[in-house]
T-cell receptor
Framework: GAVVSQHPSWVICKSGTSVKIECRSL??????MFWYRQFPKQSLMLMAT?????????EQGVEKDKFLINHASLTLSTLTVTSAHPEDSSFYIC????????????FGPGTRLTVL | AQSVTQLDSQVPVFEEAPVELRCNYS??????LFWYVQYPNQGLQLLLK??????LVKGINGFEAEFNKSQTSFHLRKPSVHISDTAEYFC?????????????FGQGTILTVHP
């Protein structure tokens, strides 16, 4: 149980285009989802926290107009990187918690974004 | 504010040797503590967690950790490592008083097990 999937697992796009990454909780209802980015050989940095049906809360320094987060249902959250540039290339990881186990985050497998 | 420091960025060991990965945290409030493992190009998998109770916590794959409040540490140990334990390990902390379980991660420790 407690499986989180991400799609796509990797994506390559041209500079200036937008990319959408999906995060799904497959066997539980995710009341809260988190989006992280991880640069090579670095730790995970929290980008934003989203609760189903409400606006995401962004961490300091994260541009909310560039990284659009939608959490429209209890099993799906999306991250859209708008007008992507090479410096946005990174590994993006989502995680989810449920109401019953809010002390544990279940992580997705990550999405490798490369912007050319 | 909370912070986590993993004292070793890389730890090389030989197969079947014991290993300890060190983690210290700073927080003005009580904390929950976690250790995660990340294999290349994958997400994070929970190894173990401390929420309350016994300070010695046992996790998956033979790992254990001990919460030491006076030293604000949560070191991860395994008595005998395998080649398959080669991965990056992250220590993380959260504030129990928050609703959403927001995690703060350490910088990570790369464990390399040599034959």
């Amino acid at each position: 149980g407690a499986v989180v999937s991400q799609h796509p697992s990797w994506v390559i796009c041209k500079s200036g285009t937008s990319v959408k990454i999906e995060c799904r909780s497959l066997d539980f209802q995710a009341t809260t989802m988190f989006w992280y980015r991880q640069f090579p050989k670095q730790s995970l940095m929290l980008m934003a926290t989203s609760n189903e049906g409400s606006k995401a809360t962004y961490e300091q320094g994260v541009e909310k107009d560039k990284f659009l987060i939608n959490h429209a249902s209890l099993t799906l959250s999306t991250l859209t990187v708008t007008s992507a540039h090479p410096e946005d290339s990174s590994f993006y990881i989502c995680s989810a918690t449920s109401g019953r186990a809010r002390n544990e985050q279940f992580f997705g497998p990550g999405t490798r974004l490369t912007v050319l | 504010a909370q912070s986590v420091t993993q004292l070793d960025s890389q730890v090389p060991v030989f197969e079947e040797a014991p290993v300890e990965l060190r983690c210290n945290y700073s927080s003005s409030v009580s904390v929950y503590l976690f250790w995660y493992v990340q294999y290349p190009n994958q997400g994070l998998q929970l190894l173990l967690k401390y929420l309350s109770g016994s300070t010695l916590v046992k996790g998956i794959n033979g790992f254990e950790a001990e919460f030491n409040k006076s030293q604000t540490s949560f070191h991860l140990r395994k008595p005998s490592v395998h080649i398959s334990d080669t991965a990056e390990y992250f220590c993380a902390v959260s504030d129990p008083s928050t609703s959403y379980g927001k995690l703060t991660f350490g910088q990570g420790t790369i464990l390399t097990v040599h034959p």
